[in-house]
């Protein structure tokens, strides 16, 4: 919505998706209300708009396709494993979405850096969980 200067409403009216929809797509996904906003809508987004999910990382992971598909983006971010990137992906897609990669990932990396690489991982997501916890409990 920033990034095309349209309110909630406008954005809503231009994708032909009720302004309840959006508002759904748009909530924190520890809510009941919560819903996955459809990857045709992104692409819809990204096309109209310019929109890379990519925007607030470190690198743009999505260069090559604007319209990249989550599970795609979030092994990207597991493999390099910079935390500011991995604290982004985990606050916009969620830590359970993301660690539930952290498999695929290992699999994607050469055997002689698979073991380092998890255990890089696994100290990072404990730490990101760990702050979310303080912050929701705050």
Known sequence: MRQSGQTRSQLATDMGISSRTLDKWLLPESSGDFRRMPETALRLLASRHGLRKSANLSMPYDWSNPS???????????????????????????????????????????????????????????????????????
């Not at 092994?75 to 952290?102: I, K």
């Open 68 to 138: 990249l598909a989550d599970d795609t983006l979030i092994l990207a971010v597991l493999r390099r494993a910079s935390f500011p990137d991995l604290v982004r992906t985990c606050a916009d897609l969620g830590l359970g979405t993301v660690q539930a990669h952290v498999n695929a990932a290992l699999a994607l990396v050469p055997d002689d850096e698979r073991g380092i690489l998890a255990r890089i991982l696994a100290r990072m997501l404990r730490s990101i969980e760990i702050a979310f916890n303080e912050s929701s409990a705050a």
